[in-house]
C-alpha cells in the first residue's frame, strides 16, 4: 500500500477513534470547562452527526462540481469565450454572499433543515471548480489541441480523451478547495436546524457551554483536513 494511502487511512483512523471516545473524555471537558455542569456531548451520537455533515457537504460539492466543470467547459469554448466574464461573475457573487445570509433568505421557502444549507454549500463551492476549471483547460497546450484535430478528432472527442485528462490535475486542485470549504461551512447549517457536527456549537453557544462549543469546532476542522489529505490522493502523479 502506498505511504500517501496509509497515513491518510491512519489519520482517519484516528479521527473517528476520537469521535467514539469523546463521551468518555468528562474528565478532561471538565477539568478544561469547571465551570460547565455538562460538559460532555451526549445529546446526539458524533457518529450520527459526521453522517449527516458529510452528506450534506458532499452532496453539495457533487452538485457544484457538476455546475462548476459545466461552466469551466463552456468558458474556454470558442463559442462561449464571450460569456466568461458573465460567468465568472455570476460564480464570484453566489461566493460572495455569506453562507448564513443565503440560509436566512431561503428558510422562508425551503423551510428548517438541510435543504437552506445544501443550496448555501452549493453556492459557496462553485467558483473555486470553475477557476480550477478553466485554469486547466486553457493550460492544455495548443500544439496538443492541433495534432489532435489533425488525427480527425472531433469537438467533444478532443474535451473528452485530451483536455479533461491533461487538466485533471488543475481541476483537482479547485475541488480540493471545494470540498474543504464545504466541510467547514456546513457547521453554519445547525443554525437552520440542519444535523451536523456544527450542532454541538448553536446548542453550546444557546446555552453558554463553551465545551460544546470546542468539541464540535474540532471534530469540524480535524474533517475539514482530513478530507483535503484524502482528495489529494486522487491527484495524479506529475
Known sequence: MPRRVLSVLLQALAFLAALAAAPHLGGLWGALFPEVQRPVWEQRSWFALLGSHLLL??????????????????????????????VDAVFSLAQAVPPIAVIALALPALGFGAAPTLLALVLYACLPVLRGAVAGLDGVSPAVLDAARGI???????????????????????????????????????????????????????????????????????????????VRLLEPAR
Open 57 to 86: 457537504s458532499l452532496g453539495a460539492v457533487a452538485v457544484a462540481a457538476t455546475l462548476g466543470l459545466a461552466g469551466g467547459v463552456l468558458a474556454t469554448r470558442p463559442g462561449g469565450r464571450r460569456l466568461r466574464p458573465l
Open 152 to 230: 480527425g478528432m472531433g469537438r467533444w472527442r478532443m474535451l473528452a480523451q485530451i483536455e479533461l485528462p491533461l487538466a485533471l490535475p488543475v481541476v483537482l486542485s479547485g475541488l480540493r478547495l471545494a470540498v474543504v470549504l464545504s466541510i467547514a461551512t456546513a457547521a453554519v447549517g445547525a443554525m437552520a436546524g440542519a444535523e451536523c457536527l456544527g450542532t454541538p456549537i448553536v446548542v453550546g453557544l444557546a446555552n453558554n457551554n463553551g465545551a460544546y462549543v470546542l468539541q464540535g469546532g474540532l471534530f469540524t476542522a480535524w474533517l475539514a483536513l482530513l478530507a483535503d489529505r484524502a
